[in-house]
């Protein structure tokens, strides 16, 4: 049966809980610091500021913390909902690593994925993607020879446009006044790759369709084809992926879990099932929030992680001034929603021969955009992408949960519009005719699953999807989105994309203030901590 997602119950802390539902206790008094949303955004900041003395309040809309880190479970397994791999993070001299070593205490470990992390697969033909700039390059020749030089100047452009990110985010946390002074040198560089379209830069490089595309396999870590995603994106995302990919030994959940206690141990709380209703404005500064129920909690400080959007749209007071950033909002749109199939196998992953690498399966022809484009047009084509992950096989401890089990995850594009007349209808009561097309869904994508990996046939245990209502009501994201705005290049020239608001008090964080992916939410609670304090919080971290 095809249910709809959900999620594991809460994790507490052995003295402190580690989070409270609100809808048995309600925060109570004033607070420093109240945060909208748990995700790691939300998550870096209230801890950064948490250890600068702040008591700060955290409230999650959804009954389990950590946004898309977190996990839900079924009978005897557990699925990670927004985690598939992350780079970086087993190396252990890497800047990511030690963040993460830094804010967790040295809790969280990570598991090698090994030199093979992506399978790039066009109809019969398969190219991996492997650890180690040198090899990538290398491998990347010998399928595409007499292209030495267009790889060897996508390989520069890809490390000199990660390399002027640094500057480009910073400058985001920084005071107007120094800002003004050195923003736009700061900005420049990266700009310069950032306003080019993913296609239009590589076919300045190259003439070869099919290496396009093979370069361009990882889109769906961003959510946009080649011609409407900015180069600057594409090049960090595959970058951050050169050292190879690796998971986090106990699943996703010890993100969180690893990192909230340094909140609630410093006085803070952490509350779930508490969904806020509206920001509150008052003489031009936000002063706290209201929540679904009525209740307000006052605030010295606001920090909103529900994005860029749902903060300026549906957060803020209805005037002209939140009118106006809301439009600005949706003149970049919003990035990719998906369906995504989670399947409980009764066998081991070694004993199904499962890999570690992900695979990105894509129609014969290497024009993504057009894939898509027939999508759109005709729900009974080929999906323009399915993304199979195997989290059994590459999380050492999931054997020790779960014996003699493994997962599967299975993502593919949806477009909202297929899903929106469902909206107003209730999670698990949505009705025979939305059953019976998840059904129709969840069986092509498993077929997509048995033409790659036949011998996981007669194992399946429960397999369940969710769709962009999921995400929606999850999340709270208005179309399902799972990146929050797209990553086109107007969403880099947008400069309201910032820790700083117009709104005295009121701070934006997450995945919105850099761009999508663990490592962008992450450096967006670095940077709005370091706004809001006026201090190099990395270097406080590390102390």
């Known amino acids: 049966m095809i249910t709809e997602q959900q999620t594991a119950s809460q994790t507490e802390n052995t003295h402190v809980p580690l989070t409270r539902s609100y809808k048995q206790k309600r925060p109570e008094g ?43 479970k079924r009978k005897r397994f557990e699925w990670d909902v927004g985690i598939h791999y992350i780079g970086e993070v087993h190396i252990e001299n ?19 994925m090994g030199e093979v992390y992506d399978r790039i697969i066009f109809g019969d033909e398969s190219f991996d993607l492997v650890k180690g700039e040198k090899a990538f390059a290398d491998r990347m020749k010998a399928y595409f020879p007499g292209e030495e030089k267009a790889i060897d100047r996508y390989m520069e452009a890809v490390l000199d446009a990660s390399r002027s990110a640094r500057s480009f985010f910073m400058e985001k946390a ?20 950032a306003r080019q379209s993913t296609l239009q830069f590589l076919r300045s490089l190259t003439s070869n369709e099919k290496l396009i595309a093979v370069l361009c396999g990882q889109y769906g870590d961003y959510g946009l084809p080649p ?28 993100i969180f879990e690893t990192i909230a206690p340094q909140i609630t141990s410093r006085g803070g709380a952490i509350y779930t099932n508490a969904p806020v209703a509206e920001i509150l404005v008052r003489g031009g500064k936000a002063v706290g929030v209201r929540m679904e129920d009525g209740a307000e909690i006052e605030a010295g400080a606001v920090v909103s992680g529900a994005g860029a959007w749902n903060t300026f749209s549906r957060l803020l007071p209805n005037d002209s001034q939140s009118q106006g950033w809301a439009e600005r909002m949706n003149k970049i749109g919003q990035s990719a929603a998906h369906l995504s199939l989670y399947i409980g196998l009764d066998a081991t992953a070694s004993e199904l021969q499962l890999p570690k690498a992900n695979y990105w399966i894509y129609p014969p022809g290497y024009d993504h955009d057009a894939h898509i484009a027939r999508y759109l047009a005709d729900e ?48 698990k009561h949505r009705g025979e005719d939305y059953e019976a097309h998840k059904a129709q ?17 007669g194992h399946i245990e429960v397999a369940e ?35 700083r608001t117009g709104v005295k008090n009121l701070w934006l964080t997450g995945q919105d203030v850099v761009s ?23 270097e406080d971290l590390f102390k």
């Open 30 to 72: 004033k607070w420093d610091v109240v945060l909208i949303g748990s995700g790691l955004g939300s998550l870096v900041c209230g801890v950064l500021l948490a250890r600068q003395g702040k008591k700060v309040l955290m409230l999650e809309k959804h009954y389990t913390p950590g946004g898309f880190t977190h996990v839900f």
């Open 94 to 112: 890497s800047g990511l690593r030690k963040l993460f070593d830094a804010l967790s205490q040295g809790q969280l470990e990570w598991a090698d």
């Open 174 to 193: 920084m005071p107007p006044l120094l800002s003004t002074l050195a923003g736009g040198w700061m900005r420049r560089k990266y700009m310069r790759y």
């Open 227 to 254: 011609a409407q995603s900015s180069f600057a994106m594409h090049a960090v995302l595959v970058r951050h992926y050169f050292k190879g990919g690796a998971f986090t030994v106990g699943g996703s959940a010890r």
């Open 380 to 427: 009974s084509a080929p999906f323009p992408l399915t993304y199979i992950s195997f989290p059994a096989a590459k999380d050492p401890d999931f054997l020790r949960r779960y014996p003699g089990r493994s997962t599967i995850e299975i993502i593919t594009l949806a477009p909202w519009e297929r899903y929106s007349h469902w909206e107003n209808t209730r999670w």
């Open 441 to 457: 869904m969840a069986d092509r994508m498993l077929a997509e699953l048995y033409r790659r990996e036949p011998q996981v046939k």
């Open 465 to 499: 999807l969710s769709t962009p209502l999921s995400t929606a009501h999850f999340a709270a994201y208005p179309k399902g989105e799972i990146y929050g705005l797209a990553h086109t290049p107007e969403r880099f020239s947008e400069r309201l994309l910032r820790p």
């Open 516 to 538: 999508c992916g663990i490592g962008g939410a992450l450096m967006g609670g670095l940077l709005t901590a370091s706004a809001m304090s006026g201090r190099n919080v990395i």
